[in-house]
């Protein structure tokens, strides 16, 4: 099974910062790895795939990078609707699997 | 607009049965693949079950091998979970989440949810 490391576990941020959180796998993923947000009590939303593209509707403050077995999310200016948490997960393989989450809190 | 609507949750007592629905509209549902994703209080998103387009395979975590079983009826556009011998582990939101388009798939539109609560 491919495991996902996410880190940091949580972190805190003021608006206009920029945040970057970090997701490794256990083996290489081809590129097949995607983001979602959750915000509390609602459905997790995709926000990136196949490493750095954007579905239809996601802020450009939203961009993905990495290869073979580490991943970067990284929003440039944070927003006040872009306190939630955050997951990576793999779609190479089955178990598909997911990072434990980051949860971006205001400072 | 594509939607995702969960049904049959509820409380259950350990060693019993439910049911999950997933009714879905707004794309040709047999066209891709559809998944169960579960989420315990407070805890993070763990991957159940997913079924390919015609239905014919099928894919489970470890941990609901033998207990749980995915299937669809794509002539009526829903995606169900059987979920048999509960346990209180088992205790979770399940979302129903549509598989983007290609071989390789994310989960590009969820539902709302069906919240189980297994009662020991």
């Known amino acids: 099974d491919i495991q996902m490391t996410q880190s940091p576990s949580s972190l805190s941020a003021s608006v206009g910062d920029r945040v970057t959180i970090t997701c490794r796998s256990s083996?290489?993923?081809?590129?097949?790895l995607a983001w979602y947000q959750q915000k509390p009590g609602k459905a997790p939303k995709a926000l990136i795939y196949?490493?750095?593209s954007l579905p239809s509707g996601v802020p450009s403050r939203f961009s993905g990078s990495g290869s073979g077995t580490e991943f970067t999310l990284t929003i440039t200016s944070l927003q006040p609707e872009d306190f939630a948490t955050y997951y990576c997960?793999?779609?190479?393989?089955?178990?598909?699997?997911f990072g434990g989450g980051t949860r971006v809190e205001i400072k | 607009e594509v939607q995702l609507l969960e049904s049959g949750g509820g409380l259950a007592q350990r060693g019993g049965s439910l049911r999950l629905s997933c009714t879905a509209s707004?794309?040709?549902?047999?066209?891709?693949?559809m998944n169960w994703v579960r989420q315990a209080p407070g805890k993070g998103l763990e991957w159940v079950s997913s079924?390919?387009?015609?239905?014919?395979?099928?894919y489970y975590a470890d941990f609901v091998k033998g207990q749980f079983t995915i299937s669809r009826d794509n002539a009526r556009n829903t995606l169900y979970l059987q979920m048999d011998s509960l346990r209180a582990e088992d205790t979770a939101m399940y979302y129903c989440?549509?598989?983007?388009?290609?071989?390789?798939?994310?989960?590009?539109?969820w539902g709302q949810g069906t919240l189980v609560a297994v009662s020991s």
């Open positions: 989440a549509k598989g983007s388009s290609g071989y390789f798939y994310f989960f590009d539109d």
């Open positions: 083996q290489a993923l081809s590129g097949w």
């Open positions: 079924i390919d387009n015609s239905g014919y395979n099928t």
């Open positions: 707004g794309f040709i549902f047999g066209n891709f693949y």
């Open positions: 997960q793999q779609y190479h393989s089955y178990p598909l699997t």
């Open positions: 196949a490493t750095f």
